[in-house]
């Protein structure tokens, strides 16, 4: 049977341009669908949040290159906290599954497994 689940994630980008955030929102999602052995057509909805120093493309449109096109995207700013990560992206997938809660698979890759040690893989 399967059940909602929300799946968390994060990476860095390399620069603060569309290919920089292009590639790695790609890379961050393809690993997410990889890890949690899901389909675009099994995501219900994402969320993405950039850091304010990431203005140079939306990685939504990123997400809809992978297949994403029927799925509800919206992209946010971070709160602009002293000393956070840079050019993070952050990801909340909601996705339908038969995975329990404990067998999740929250991808964080890069400099980015520092934001969440207690769940990165």
Same mark, same amino acid.
């Given at each position: 049977?399967?059940?909602?689940?929300?799946?968390?994630?994060?990476?860095?980008?390399?620069?603060?341009?569309?290919?920089?955030?292009?590639?790695?929102?790609?890379?961050?999602?393809?690993?997410?669908?990889?890890?949690?052995?899901?389909?675009?057509?099994?995501?219900?909805? /994402?969320?993405?949040?950039? %850091?304010?120093?990431?203005?140079?493309?939306?990685?939504? $449109?990123? !997400?809809?290159? #992978?297949?994403?096109?029927?799925?509800?995207?919206?992209?946010?700013?971070?709160?602009?906290?002293?000393?956070?990560?840079?050019?993070?992206?952050?990801?909340?997938?909601? /996705?339908?599954?038969?995975? %329990?809660?404990?067998?999740?698979?929250?991808?964080?890759? $890069?400099? !980015?497994?520092? #934001?969440?040690?207690?769940?990165?893989?």
């Amino acid at each position: 049977m399967s059940s909602v689940r929300a799946i968390r994630g994060a990476t860095q980008a390399a620069a603060n341009t569309s290919q920089a955030i292009g590639d790695a929102t790609k890379e961050l999602l393809l690993e997410i669908l990889k890890a949690n052995n899901l389909s675009p057509d099994e995501v219900i909805s /994402v969320i993405f949040t950039v %850091s304010p120093d990431l203005n140079a493309a939306f990685p939504a $449109g990123s !997400a809809r290159e #992978l297949g994403f096109s029927e799925v509800p995207l919206i992209c946010s700013v971070e709160i602009d906290v002293p000393g956070a990560l840079e050019r993070t992206i952050r990801v909340m997938a909601h /996705v339908e599954t038969s995975l %329990s809660k404990s067998e999740i698979s929250h991808i964080y890759l $890069g400099a !980015a497994k520092s #934001l969440r040690r207690d769940i990165a893989q």
